[in-house]
């Protein structure tokens, strides 16, 4: 099957009161040179008039109107499943600051396309750029390197192997959903993308970074974790640790997490210096092993 004769093939954007952000996602999404068969945004009780845009400009747009913001979690989880429902082959998974160059979804189907249907992957990761074009430190996918035979399977075909990656243009089959359900809604913000594909790559399924497939993330700074408000870092602590305390994940995959929970809260604290920063580690601390996986 070609990259241009696959079907349904649902893109699926989560927002909250960013409506200019999500106008420039939506407009490059419709300009793709291989668009998407449906276009989903899932809306986090925006208030800055988001839904009368959406109405007036975005008449092909589906709207899935939350009622309380669930958070970007909460928003991939509820979008997901409705698209799934619906009969969605494949979901391409973005945030509302996501800006897919013209080919992303077209390169993105391509690999899809290089495999034998009955070895087909689940799973495939575009190239997060930020405003410079450097790559964005907050949404590069980790990529597998235990394995040289799989590397170099993959380098052949111009992809490389992933153990984990976020909701920056992510496109998944529905299979995964069958499998594996959906992403954790309980998170909110941060962390449920690198547990559900972390748990989809450790549970068998193959994942592949694309690098001819190119999006923008255009956040204000080219920022990772250690940058971010307390009140945003707290989830940063409590879902990794969530994450490392969750069913079935090998003693490997759990001392990854919590050496990448140590590291990064020490740096933040040390980086910061202040009350908050500290109190927003022990806070996600004590929430991570409080709340269940």
Not at 27 to 41: E, G, K, N, S, T
Not at 102 to 109: C, D, I, N, P
Not at 124 to 134: A, E, Q, Y
Request: proline share 6%; with cysteine; aromatic share 8%.
């Amino acid at each position: 099957m070609s990259a241009g004769d696959m079907e349904s093939v649902w893109a699926v954007v989560v927002t909250h009161n960013r409506r200019q952000s999500l106008s420039r996602c939506l407009d490059a999404i419709l300009m793709q040179r291989r668009p998407p068969d449906r276009i989903m945004v899932v809306d986090n009780a925006s208030t800055d008039g988001t839904r009368a845009m959406l109405a007036e400009r975005y008449q092909q747009v589906e709207v899935l109107a939350l009622t309380v913001n669930e958070g970007g979690a909460g928003g991939f989880h509820r979008g997901l499943a409705q698209a799934h429902a619906g009969g969605a082959e494949w979901l391409w998974l973005m945030d509302d600051d996501t800006v897919p160059e013209s080919g992303a979804l077209e390169e993105l189907l391509k690999a899809v396309a290089g495999f034998a249907a009955a070895s087909e992957p689940s799973v495939f990761v575009s190239t997060p750029l930020w405003r410079d074009g450097s790559v964005h430190p907050l949404n590069f996918p980790t990529l597998e390197r235990r394995r040289p035979e799989r590397v170099i399977a993959a380098a052949t075909r111009g992809l490389m192997p992933v153990r984990a990656a976020t909701f920056v243009s992510l496109l998944i089959h529905r299979r995964v959903i069958d499998r594996f359900g959906l992403p954790p809604k309980h998170y909110f913000l941060w962390g449920d993308d690198v547990e559900y594909t972390s748990r989809i790559v450790l549970g068998g399924e193959d994942a592949y970074f694309v690098p001819a497939s190119v999006v923008l993330h255009d956040t204000e700074f080219p920022h990772s974790f250690t940058a971010a408000e307390p009140s945003r870092f707290y989830y940063h602590v409590r879902n990794t640790l969530l994450t490392a305390r969750g069913p079935d994940r090998p003693a490997r995959d759990r001392l990854i997490r919590l050496w990448t929970l140590l590291s990064t809260s020490l740096s933040y604290i040390a980086r910061s210096r202040t009350a908050a920063s500290v109190s927003a580690v022990l806070h996600g601390i004590g929430d991570g092993l409080r709340m269940a996986p």
